[in-house]
């Protein structure tokens, strides 16, 4: 049953790696210039600079000129968004999780309580990518949300495209950091 999960891990993990590859260069090298050809703007999520409540009043009023794009955002959220936080998350937790215990980290071991709040930042990642779709789906057309609605919406969703590329960043460092330099730390577990 061990050598079950030995050879089921690179297996597990080499599929999520060419999914959450292939879904972001799907995303990032198609679907943003299509959409950027429709609008003349470029999708929220994929400024790495940032937006703040204007841009998103501004795309609402680009979407709402274009069905195209309206429909196109909304596929997007529902297609390949929906599926690369899932595919990034679990990615990320299973190399956490295959390589992180007994690791020191601060001159103390991956153990405990550390490795389950290693572990969660995936899972956090995930269900904060999750809340910004959800807050794009309300707040873009086809929805047709109150004024009320729009004004509240498009203060959020700024911070929440923050906090998803701020635990996207922790997540992939935290994995790299367990997978790159695993030996390291167990090299003065040792010492």
Same mark, same amino acid.
């Given at each position: 049953?061990?050598?079950?999960?030995?050879?089921?891990?690179?297996?597990?993990?080499?599929?999520?790696?060419?999914?959450?590859?292939?879904?972001?260069?799907?995303?990032?090298?198609?679907?943003?210039?299509?959409?950027?050809?429709?609008?003349?703007?470029?999708? %929220?999520?994929?400024?790495? #600079?940032?937006? =703040?409540?204007?841009?998103? /009043?501004? !795309?609402?009023?680009?979407?709402?000129? +274009? $069905?195209?794009?309206?429909?196109?955002?909304?596929?997007?959220?529902?297609?390949?968004?929906?599926?690369?936080?899932?595919?990034?998350?679990?990615?990320?937790?299973?190399?956490?999780?295959?390589?992180?215990?007994?690791?020191?980290?601060?001159?103390?071991?991956?153990?405990?309580?550390?490795?389950?709040?290693?572990?969660?930042?995936?899972? %956090?990642?995930?269900?904060? #990518?999750?809340? =910004?779709?959800?807050?794009? /789906?309300? !707040?873009?057309?086809?929805?047709?949300? +109150? $004024?009320?609605?729009?004004?509240?919406?498009?203060?959020?969703?700024?911070?929440?495209?923050?906090?998803?590329?701020?635990?996207?960043?922790?997540?992939?460092?935290?994995?790299?950091?367990?997978?790159?330099?695993?030996?390291?730390?167990?090299?003065?577990?040792?010492?």
């Amino acid at each position: 049953m061990a050598g079950f999960r030995l050879q089921a891990f690179p297996l597990a993990a080499g599929f999520l790696a060419a999914v959450t590859a292939g879904l972001a260069g799907f995303m990032v090298f198609q679907v943003e210039p299509a959409f950027q050809a429709m609008t003349h703007l470029s999708i %929220l999520d994929f400024r790495l #600079d940032g937006y =703040e409540r204007a841009d998103v /009043l501004t !795309l609402i009023d680009a979407v709402r000129a +274009s $069905p195209v794009a309206a429909t196109f955002l909304r596929d997007l959220h529902l297609g390949p968004d929906l599926l690369f936080p899932a595919a990034y998350g679990l990615l990320c937790f299973l190399l956490i999780r295959r390589f992180a215990p007994g690791v020191l980290v601060f001159h103390k071991p991956m153990a405990g309580w550390r490795l389950l709040a290693a572990l969660a930042v995936p899972v %956090l990642y995930a269900l904060a #990518d999750y809340a =910004e779709n959800s807050l794009s /789906l309300m !707040l873009f057309p086809p929805a047709l949300p +109150s $004024p009320e609605r729009i004004a509240l919406l498009a203060g959020w969703l700024p911070l929440a495209t923050r906090l998803k590329a701020m635990l996207f960043f922790i997540t992939l460092i935290l994995a790299l950091r367990f997978v790159l330099f695993r030996d390291k730390g167990m090299e003065k577990a040792g010492a």
